[in-house]
């Protein structure tokens, strides 16, 4: 269903749990970093009042999902870390070229947004499935949902907002080019990397 062209080796996991304060302080982040992107696209395309209500929707939920992980943070005894860089997504960045018009730039940031939401969402599954702690694979489960909305709204939106035969070749290219960066990802207690 997401489209990924590699899947996250399972054995990503077992980095995981040798160091679940650092998952959770990465995904905290990248929480943050969602509510970011949403409010980045209200600012950025102010008139296109559909996606503005589904940025204001989605910012709030992003930030909630936030004071979970913050929350999972705390109840273990832990403050949240400084944020890290991350890797997948400065590579991920790099695919589309600058420039452009202003239409071509809101496909490539939602395909962006789309695929990092569809990684998130597939490494959010193997976590629900394979995590020792229950509790996270509770969290993990119940997040992996919502992660799954989010990638096809994105997709959704490139799709109405461009041409589907330019997005969808588009969105196929940066498949291809996300699978190569992953071949080198998935060896640290990250969320994408």
Known sequence: MLGLKLPTDPRWVNIVEKNIEEI???HAYCEQKAASTAISLIIGFPEKSELVEEMVALAQEEMGH????????????WVLGRERKDEYVIELMKFFP???????HL????LYAALIEARSCERFRLLSEHIQDEDLAEFYRKLMISEANHYTMFLGFARKFGKREEVDQKWQDLLAYEAQLMKDLGKKETMHG
Request: overall charge positive.
């Open 24 to 26: 959770l302080t990465d």
């Open 107 to 110: 496909i490539h940031k939602l």
């Open 98 to 104: 600058k420039g452009g018009s202003r239409e071509t």
């Open 66 to 77: 936030f004071r979970m992980v913050h929350d999972h943070i705390l109840k273990r005894g």
